[in-house]
């Protein structure tokens, strides 16, 4: 289990972890790209309205979107994710502050079909400046403050 003090960002996987325990009506888990799409916005809310990262591991621009390492080799083999998946993370550790991104998070963007997310991911700019560099490239925290801060919500 993973400990969060006030001075310590929670991991990716206590934000998975808690994503798994809170989204309503998912009897059958979570498709884990849908979790990396909702751990990545998450990361890009944090960073857009409070200048600094949620969680400190990076995002990398592959194929099917944003994906954190950490989490996808938590996660390799598991194609709907349930809580007990990890074997590392603890939602609980979150602050009030950093449960309230991933909520408004998840409450705007949780019910978005996979395919839809795809194809608006790979149009923004973090994304594609990203994947022009070569799959696996980390997504650039100041891009997408950058972008962003461009962009109408």
Same mark, same amino acid.
Not at 89 to 103: F, M, P, Q, T
Not at 111 to 137: F, I, N
């Given at each position: 289990?993973?400990t969060?003090?006030s001075?310590q960002?929670?991991t990716?996987?206590?934000?998975?972890?808690y994503?798994?325990? /809170?989204?309503?009506?998912r009897?059958?888990?979570?498709?884990v790209?849908?979790?990396?799409?909702l751990c990545?916005?998450?990361?890009?809310c944090s960073?857009?309205?409070?200048?600094?990262?949620l969680?400190?591991?990076?995002?990398?621009?592959?194929?099917?979107g944003?994906v954190?390492?950490?989490l996808?080799e938590?996660?390799r083999?598991?194609?709907?994710a349930y809580?007990?998946?990890l074997k590392?993370g603890?939602?609980?550790?979150?602050?009030?502050?950093e449960?309230?991104?991933?909520? /408004?998070v998840v409450k705007?963007?949780?019910?978005?079909?996979h395919k839809?997310?795809?194809?608006?991911v790979?149009?923004?700019?973090?994304?594609?400046?990203?994947?022009q560099?070569?799959?696996?490239?980390p997504?650039?925290?100041q891009s997408?403050?950058?972008?962003?801060?461009?962009?109408p919500e």
């Amino acid at each position: 289990m993973s400990t969060n003090s006030s001075d310590q960002k929670p991991t990716i996987l206590d934000v998975a972890h808690y994503i798994l325990t /809170t989204i309503p009506d998912r009897p059958y888990g979570l498709f884990v790209p849908m979790l990396q799409k909702l751990c990545y916005y998450s990361q890009v809310c944090s960073l857009v309205y409070y200048r600094e990262p949620l969680v400190d591991t990076e995002f990398e621009a592959w194929k099917n979107g944003p994906v954190n390492r950490e989490l996808h080799e938590a996660l390799r083999g598991v194609f709907m994710a349930y809580p007990s998946d990890l074997k590392e993370g603890y939602g609980g550790v979150l602050s009030a502050r950093e449960r309230d991104i991933i909520n /408004t998070v998840v409450k705007q963007f949780g019910d978005r079909w996979h395919k839809s997310w795809l194809r608006q991911v790979r149009a923004e700019l973090p994304y594609r400046q990203a994947w022009q560099q070569g799959p696996g490239t980390p997504i650039s925290r100041q891009s997408i403050i950058d972008y962003y801060e461009q962009e109408p919500e």
